[in-house]
């Protein structure tokens, strides 16, 4: 059996990219034949033909954009799929996202159908969807959940709305919280800080609140921390600004996208890591990967009480939840994780029991491969 895992997107970076390398070195190490499908990086000429074909419009332009894309990665998978049948191989493909499964015209074989989103939604929170672009994914969104022959949601919240958006009959979508790799999100000894830093590991769009973990590092300029953001993004110059105006320099630091290795290092580092979620346009925060990558390293995480991030952290458990949006709330749970110490180490060792027991790669692969072979059997006698 050959697993393609797709996306329509070229990013190297976030979630998904994490949910695809996780799930493709997990698959590899079960003693299956696994490969990822990117597009082509997205070009100059590919957009100027797009907004010539759209006569200017740039909404239309986007819709123009996408079934470039789509091209692409129809080019790419059926040169795969080609490769495949000339060795006899079942082919599965496990989708990332609406855009990648309606690239497949006829299903000769098992489509696999991951939301990690509402796509329609979330274009519409970073301001890129017009009333045309909005309905082009809308559509894309009926056709790709009615085609797929089993859908994974990262949480309950995802399943709810393609049930309740899209009619979409509840056996037909398993919910599977995301998972890490605990090997190599792992606690590990680290140069200790005379500071307690914080971390924010975090894309800057507006669903992931970042400015309510610099408006609760406001209420915290007399105590010894620091909050440390690690990510980038278009709100990055909006939150920069709202450091300087709130005169939190010497508190808040930018570090920028960084690369796996050194997220771990980092989390090793810090005290506690934040995931300060709101809600944004009917976006709701999912089974956060950088909750469980804080977790899996053993480390207090603080997150929004909202979506699959209820889902993975118990209050006081093996976490500590605030009220979405309370700034001082955040705060008020910094100082705690700071100042009592059971608590923290209570925290510490329960998070990383809990991914390892419920949420680490080795267990969340064997659910996947679980749908495979049901719809495997489907497709192959």
């Known amino acids: 059996m050959k697993i393609i895992i797709g996306t329509s997107s ?37 957009k100027m033909r797009s907004l010539i074909k759209s006569y200017g419009n740039r909404d239309k332009a986007r819709c123009e954009l996408v079934e470039l894309r789509k091209g692409n990665i129809e080019k790419k998978l059926r040169n795969k799929i080609e490769n495949s049948s000339l ?23 098992p489509l696999i159908l991951t939301v990690h989103g509402p796509t329609s939604r979330e274009a519409v929170m970073s301001n890129k969807s017009g009333e045309l672009y909005s309905k082009y994914l809308i559509e894309n969104e009926r056709q790709a959940f ?22 979409i009959s509840p056996d037909k979508i398993s919910v599977i919280l995301n998972s890490v790799d605990v090997e190599v999100f792992k606690p590990k ?3 200790e800080n005379k500071k307690n830093i914080f ?14 973990a610099i408006k609760a ?13 690690a990510g980038d993004g278009p709100e990055k110059e909006k939150l920069k600004q709202m450091v300087c105006d709130m005169q939190l320099d010497d508190h808040v630091k930018f570090l920028g996208t960084v690369k796996t290795e050194e997220m771990v290092n980092l989390i090793n580092q810090s005290t506690g890591v934040i995931i300060p979620s709101v809600p944004v346009n009917g ?11 804080g977790m899996s390293v053993g480390k207090p995480v603080i ?19 605030f009220k979405s949006g309370e700034a001082k709330e955040l705060a008020n749970l910094v100082l705690k994780t700071i100042e009592d110490t059971t608590l923290r180490e209570k925290l510490s060792y329960m998070a990383r029991k809990v991914v390892i027991e419920q949420f680490s790669s080795e267990i969340w692969v064997k659910k996947k491969m679980e749908i495979y072979e049901q719809a495997l059997s489907k497709y192959y006698i």
């Not at 971390?199 to 309510?212: A, E, H, S, Y």
């Not at 590092?217 to 953001?229: G, M, T």
């Open 10 to 46: 070229n990013f190297e970076i976030g979630g998904v990219n994490s949910y695809m390398n996780t799930l493709n070195d997990s698959l590899i190490k079960q003693g299956l034949e696994s490969e990822l499908l990117f597009p082509n990086q997205t070009t100059s000429i590919w």
């Open 87 to 109: 060795k006899n191989e079942k082919i599965l493909v496990h989708a990332q996202d609406i855009i990648f499964a309606n690239t497949i015209k006829n299903n000769d074989f």
């Open 146 to 167: 009615k085609k797929a022959d089993h859908i994974i949601a990262v949480d309950t919240g995802q399943k709810n709305i393609v049930i309740e958006d899209f009619g």
């Open 189 to 191: 000894k680290v140069l």
């Open 199 to 212: 971390l924010v590991p975090r894309r800057l769009v507006p669903k992931n609140g970042v400015d309510v």
């Open 217 to 229: 590092f406001e209420n915290l300029k007399n105590n010894e921390c620091e909050l440390w953001i």
């Open 283 to 293: 976006v709701v925060e999912a089974s956060s990967i950088s909750a469980l990558e």
């Open 303 to 321: 997150a929004s009480d909202i979506g699959g991030l209820s889902e993975l952290i118990s209050h006081e458990e093996n976490g500590l939840l």
